[in-house]
T-cell receptor
Framework: GQQVMQIPQYQHVQEGEDFTTYCNSS?????IQWYKQRPGGHPVFLIQ?????EVKKQKRLTFQFGEAKKNSSLHITATQTTDVGTYFC????????????FGQGTTLQVKP | DTGVSQDPRHKITKRGQNVTFRCDPI?????LYWYRQTLGQGPEFLTY????????KSRLLSDRFSAERPKGSFSTLEIQRTEQGDSAMYLC??????????????FGPGTRLTVT
């Protein structure tokens, strides 16, 4: 079945450094959604990308969807301690299903 | 406005016992999803409903698992004859939904199941 691979699994950065997580699929995706899960919390929706080559920004967060719609990235500029958590990418199995397939997640630790 | 709620938040049970979890979605959402999450992993899809109809169920889901959404509002997830491997966080989510439309999902706080 469809799989979404995410790397790295863990990332430790010093506060103020940048952070990037990558999401890859062997098949063309209908969309990519990104979620953040704080320690002890539940996934919270951040953004959805649908168009080939799409780039969206939310303050210090930049999200990209690849031209072939097989990969995506989340980049955080100048990390802060509030960015700590696990970031998941997720994709719908197709445009006709509500099922989300999640990547394994990247856990970000930020040292103050 | 209330978000997605789940009950109970924690459940400890002995192997072989049956357990039932409840999820109350955001009221205007017609889709409701169940996921399972273990430590260090992303949520794993179990099943989802659109209104009261169960539209999809994971092939990995054992026959011991059953879910219902009888009136298209709240949902229950039952696990029969629990096994230690069932220990996980069970997450419920809800969203708007319709053919060809891809919506974000809103997750509840989860029910943490521990099978001893």
């Amino acid at each position: 079945g469809q799989q979404v691979m995410q790397i790295p699994q863990y990332q430790h950065v010093q506060e103020g450094e940048d952070f990037t997580t990558y999401c890859n699929s062997s098949t063309t995706l209908s969309n990519i959604q990104w979620y953040k899960q704080r320690p002890g919390g539940h996934p919270v929706f951040l953004i959805q990308l649908v168009k080939s080559g799409e780039v969206k920004k939310q303050k210090r967060l930049t999200f990209q969807f690849g031209e072939a719609k097989k990969n995506s990235s989340l980049h955080i500029t100048a990390t802060q301690t509030t960015d700590v958590g696990t970031y998941f990418c997720a994709a719908h199995g197709s445009s006709n299903t509500g099922k989300l397939i999640f990547g394994q997640g990247t856990t970000l630790q930020v040292k103050p | 406005d209330t978000g997605v709620s789940q009950d109970p938040r924690h459940k400890i049970t002995k192997r072989g016992q049956n357990v039932t979890f409840r999820c109350d979605p955001i009221s205007e959402h017609n889709r409701l999803y169940w996921y399972r999450q273990t430590l260090g992993q992303g949520p794993e899809f179990l099943t989802y409903f659109q209104n009261e109809a169960q539209l999809e169920k994971s092939r990995l889901l054992s026959d011991r698992f059953s879910a219902e959404r009888p009136k298209g509002s709240f949902s229950t997830l039952e696990i029969q004859r629990t096994e230690q491997g069932d220990s996980a966080m069970y997450l419920c989510a809800s969203s708007l939904g319709g053919s060809g439309a891809l919506y974000e999902q809103y997750f509840g706080p989860g029910t943490r199941l521990t099978v001893t």
